[in-house]
């Protein structure tokens, strides 16, 4: 009886110590998910080992005990606790698979991850519900499969170089350079600038702002935050820049009059102060998030970052361009060839206006997020390829811009947990493809006062206009970016001011360069004496070629907006040939041009036509630069 006792006792004892680890098992697993659910991670690992201790082969404290290792970024503590959970129920929630191969691409380890992802695919089930993820498990798939080969390829350029001046100890990122490489935006957090000390919620992180920095002496100054209305207390960051510097398109978080959280403002420089800055409303800002814009050179394209419905995962890149009625239309996704079922971001679009740069985590790489390029050709975007190490590292990188000339900047975590901004030189075979930067001051010829005037930039052999730009109204400065491969007319014009015409010949297999043209422009008024640059004949004839059209159009219609002016057209040769030959070619083809006018609906009563043959040179005739400028076709102002 006695002996019954003690093994009725001990049952009862059995049963009470299990039901108090169950209890206690319970206990800890529920107030691990409470800190999991709430993002304190550091004590959900305490909490989920503590539910271990009880019941070791629990794959669900297993799960949570490696997500919450994942979220707290400790990812050899998670792979090890997805290990773990594999050993005790590799038919756990395929989920878990996923989330592992993930940690195993972040620590390198990429044929384990490979073989994660491949077990996800066969056990996540394939049912329409599902399509989503499975083509996000087959992109990190081949992730996985093909970084390998990335990582062992040989470096593209030499180390990149910390920009120290333009960095602080918080976070200093998205640079944009112009294309001269003399001026330099970017965004920071750093303490000082419109403080936000009231979002206590972010360490050393003040609010976004933007800052400048200039090129002196071959270094840059010390950063300048930009004043109101740009910076406000609200953040401000992401600014990108047409060619010429004088627009600016960039985010501000919270404004008053915000579409989605973060939206895309628009603004322009008038003299040496920026407008108030401009939402550019809903049809390009979602209820979503919009960030991270770059502007095409010619101010007629603007890419940008957005977590709107309809993308293929995460952010996507968009494009909206300026329609017709000179309104942003509605932005178009770049497509799957650019976008991943990840994140997309940080987009710059070259001064060539065909190279994207850009970076993500959705294509084969280093690590972390890499940068990528693109060039649009034919019609598309062709597949974008990887930059390489070290520009590319196992962190994060990002916020690719670059100068005409190849020198880049992008910004960086690979050295510690905050973003850095560097400086590298592209190989030639990355770099965006050549162009030429045209630059100089816009100003009265007669008294040199810096003018505020529109400089057009058409194609000359078709016609096209391609972009509108204007210099400085303070300044005069102006600076137009043009590919290669066109041949392009440059004009600058004001009402007042006879407009002013050059011609810049720019085969594909130029290279990069710049040119300086100051220009000045003669006031309308009797007497006023211009050189029509862009007007050309056949060789020793009086047939104007279609080049010409271009300029003669611009006379046209600066004699139909000036009705009481009445001008002599001037032809003009070099010294070959004989004197004779010279005055009556030059008189035929100051005619070819009255011909032309008359035909654009200039009354005949206004134009007089007048050679001048080889009498009045310009320039010495002994060289063939100087035979050149004095083949011309002049304009004087007769009456007005």
Known sequence: MRVLSIIILSLILALVAQESQAQTYADAFKDGGKYYKHARYEEAIKKFNE???YQNRSDKAWFYLAMSFKRNKQPEQASIAFEKLRGVNPNYNPAFYFEGGEVFIELNRLSKAERYFETFLKKFPDVPKNTMKRHEAKNRLEYAQKSREIRQQDNTTSDPILVSKLNSSANDYAPQVNPIGTRLYFT?????GFDNVQDSSRANHYGEDIYVSNLQNNAWSEPRMLPEPINSINDDFGSAFTGDGQTMVYVRCGGKESVGNCDLYITTLDGTKWSEPVNMGNVVNSKDWESQPTISSDGTRIIFTSSRDGGYGGADLYMTEINHLGDWGIPQNLGGIINTPLSDNSPFLAADGKTLYYATSG???QGGVDIFYSVFENGKWAKPINLGAPINSSGEDKNFSISGSGKAYFSSSRNSDSYNIYETELPDYLKPKPTAVIEGVVSNANTDEPLGALVLIEDIDTGELIAINKSNSESGEYLVVLPAGRNYSVSASK??????????????DTTYQEITKDIGLEPIEKGTKVVLNNIFFESGRAELKPISYVELNKAAELLQNNGSMVIEVGGHTDNLGSEDANLRLSQARAN????????????????QAKGYGESTPIADNSTNDGRKANRRTEFVIVEF
């Open 495 to 508: 009402d007042g001011y006879f407009f002013y015409s050059q011609s810049f010949d720019l085969p594909k």
């Open 51 to 53: 539910a271990l201790k």
């Open 363 to 365: 294509h084969p790489g």
């Open 188 to 192: 920071s957090v750093r303490q000082g």
């Open 592 to 607: 070819a041009v009255v011909e032309y006018l008359k035909l654009a609906g200039i009354e005949e009563a206004r134009l």
